[in-house]
Structures are given as C-alpha cells and as structure tokens.
T-cell receptor
Framework: DAGVTQSPTHLIKTRGQQVTLRCSPK?????VSWYQQALGQGPQFIFQ???????QRGNFPDRFSGHQFPNYSSELNVNALLLGDSALYLC????????????????FGNGTRLTVT | GEDVEQSLFLSVREGDSSVINCTYT??????LYWYKQEPGAGLQLLTY?????DMKQDQRLTVLLNKKDKHLSLRIADTQTGDSAIYFC???????????FGAGTRLAVHP
C-alpha cells in the first residue's frame, strides 16, 4: 500500500524563478493538502484540494497556486520565488468526509526541501 | 484566533516516561492529533483523540485531554532512544480537515 509520495526530494532555485512540486496521495485517498514547514517551526496550511477544486486556503499569497488531477494527484506552484519561501513543503492526503465530525487523519509525505538563493 | 503552543524541548532518561504538553485556543476543535517527525522525514501520525473524550491509550502512548483548560498531553511510557524526534500537536480547525500545528517539542532520550 503506497503512502504519500512527493517529488522532487530537494530543489534549489533562484529568487524570482518559479517552481512546481508534485504529490501522489495514499491509495484510496481523494483529498490533498499542502503545508509549508519553515526551519524550526510547525507546518503551516497552504491549501486543500478535493474534486480538482481548491476547497480551503490558508494565509498565503496568490503566488502560491495548485492543481489537482482526475487521478487525485496534485501540484503546488510557487511563482516569483522569495528567499523566505525556502522551506520543507509537505503534502498530506485524506478522505473527504464533508462533515465536521468525520475523521480521516492526514497522512504526510516526506516533503520537498526547497532552497531559494 | 487559532493557536497551538508547546514547550520546545524535553530531555528524559531511557526507560522513564515522557510527557509532552500542548495548549490550544479553538474551543470548536473536533479532533486533536499527535504527529512525530524524525530528521529529514515527513510527519508520522501517532494518535488522535476526539474532543468529547478525556483519554485515549494506544500501546505505550496515552493522550489526555482537558477540554475546559484546552490542554492536551502525550505520555510515552518506557521511552526508548528510537523515540527521539520532534513531536507536533495539532488541532483540526473547522471543516475540510485543516490542521493547526504547534511549533513542536524536541524529545531527547539519553542513557
């Protein structure tokens, strides 16, 4: 049973460039969430995708965008990279319950370490 | 607002119990989670508790929830060197399974 897989594992980019990160959810999951984890901090919610639509968004600028494909995999795109975008980007998958009391714990991938120079 | 706070560091002797504490602010949280992160890795789900429960036990792990004080704790019995990692507390905020994480507690286990 494949877990959440992310690619690439490491990436180095220059300020102003654009980057695309990829995620395949755990088998059987239909919802993908993206988190940014800066060094020494906890993960911060970027956004969540279900049925190929962005369902909820955290406090991140429009430079951060995403996409979900019919096979539930997802991409995170960041435009006009800043030094402050350097972080570990984590993808998490779950089942969409649609109700507050439905519990499908997030399963995380190992992340993509992005360094912006 | 939404905020989760944890102490940053805990050091314990191998074989002792570890207790990691967490406070949260969102009284409408439905589920609270504990995740473990080892160096260079993603987050591993350890356990979770529903907000109408006081306690949950899962092998060496015991979660205690005091909803009145918005306080959550994770107890690890018989702590081993393999338990050395960063432990994150997270609350589920509203629908859509959005999690709010604390900054993490680094657990160091020494002989």
């Amino acid at each position: 049973d494949a877990g959440v897989t992310q690619s690439p594992t490491h990436l180095i980019k220059t300020r102003g460039q654009q980057v695309t990160l990829r995620c395949s959810p755990k088998s059987g999951h239909d919802t993908v969430s993206w988190y940014q984890q800066a060094l020494g901090q906890g993960p911060q919610f970027i956004f969540q995708y279900y049925e190929e639509e962005e369902r909820q968004r955290g406090n991140f600028p429009d430079r951060f965008s995403g996409h979900q494909f019919p096979n539930y995999s997802s991409e995170l795109n960041v435009n006009a990279l800043l030094l402050g975008d350097s972080a570990l980007y984590l993808c998490a998958s779950s089942l969409f319950g649609g109700q507050d009391f439905y519990n499908s714990p997030l399963h995380f991938g190992n992340g993509t370490r992005l360094t912006v120079t | 607002g939404e905020d989760v706070e944890q102490s940053l560091f805990l050091s314990v002797r191998e074989g002792d119990s570890s207790v990691i504490n967490c406070t949260y602010t969102d009284s409408s949280s439905t589920y609270l989670y504990w995740y473990k992160q080892e160096p260079g890795a993603g987050l591993q789900l350890l356990t979770y508790i529903f907000s109408n429960m006081d306690m949950k036990q899962d092998q060496r792990l015991t979660v205690l929830l005091n909803k009145k004080d918005k306080h959550l704790s994770l107890r690890i019995a018989d702590t081993q060197t393999g338990d050395s990692a960063i432990y994150f507390c997270a609350e589920r905020s509203g629908g859509y399974n959005k999690l709010i994480f604390g900054a993490g507690t680094r657990l160091a286990v020494h002989p």
